[in-house]
T-cell receptor
Framework: NAGVTQTPKFRILKIGQSMTLQCAQDMNHNYMYWYRQDPGMGLKLIYYSVGAGITDKGEVPNGYNVSRSTTEDFPLRLELAAPSQTSVYFC?????????????FGSGTRLTVV | AQTVTQSQPEMSVQEAETVTLSCTYDTSESDYYLFWYKQPPSRQMILVIRQEAYKQQNATENRFSVNFQKAAKSFSLKISDSQLGDAAMYFC??????????FGTGTRLKVLA
């Protein structure tokens, strides 16, 4: 099925470990986004990309890095995991940045840092 | 700064009845869009309905409709003929010319059989 695929769905990390959350879309969308959703809160933007090779920071980028070498993939890297990064992470994509376009979201990765 | 407020953490509705979820927002901009997203237990966010700020007519998508009051900065979602599959978290979101949404904290909707 076309859409946004995130892996893994669940992960437990120890403090100080690193990991990469994978995100891939097959809709040829140029615009991709990473959000985190903390319990009882809405989504907050971590990083976004407007095309291959172009990324920029969102509201809460500290502790994360991204890369966009292809249109399809937009991985999110956590370096030196901290308990504050325990959250559900969503990747999303859109065809256009125009205001009228909704996003297509992945099903999320639940990350726990212990 | 723009904010989105959903004051109802949880709502319940009987199957086949109508429920309204509230959302207010704060902005000084004139050009923006408002959205309602549904997040079922599968966690995937699904776009339910969108509203352009410059349109006075309320958006409608099948059983879902909005009551958009621009002056009051209110954007409520009405679900008619509620079904068990409507049970989910519902997020109100605001979008401007920047590359981001501003999401509310969500309302959990329970549908009672």
């Amino acid at each position: 099925n076309a859409g946004v695929t995130q892996t893994p769905k669940f992960r437990i990390l120890k403090i100080g470990q690193s990991m990469t959350l994978q995100c891939a879309q097959d809709m040829n969308h140029n615009y991709m986004y990473w959000y985190r959703q903390d319990p009882g809160m809405g989504l907050k933007l971590i990083y976004y990309s407007v095309g291959a090779g172009i990324t920029d920071k969102g509201e809460v980028p500290n502790g994360y890095n991204v890369s966009r070498s292809t249109t399809e993939d937009f991985p999110l890297r956590l370096e030196l995991a901290a308990p504050s990064q325990t959250s559900v992470y969503f990747c999303a994509s859109s065809y256009s940045p125009a205001l009228s376009y909704g996003y297509t979201f992945g099903s999320g990765t639940r990350l726990t840092v212990v | 700064a723009q904010t989105v407020t959903q004051s109802q953490p949880e709502m319940s509705v009987q199957e086949a009845e109508t429920v309204t979820l509230s959302c207010t927002y704060d902005t000084s901009e004139s050009d923006y869009y408002l959205f309602w997203y549904k997040q079922p237990p599968s966690r995937q966010m699904i776009l339910v309905i969108r509203q352009e700020a410059y349109k006075q007519q309320n958006a409608t998508e099948n059983r879902f409709s909005v009551n958009f009051q621009k002056a009051a900065k209110s954007f409520s979602l009405k679900i008619s003929d509620s079904q068990l599959g409507d049970a989910a978290m519902y997020f109100c979101a605001y979008r401007t010319g920047t590359y981001k949404y501003i999401f509310g904290t969500g309302t959990r909707l329970k549908v009672l059989a």
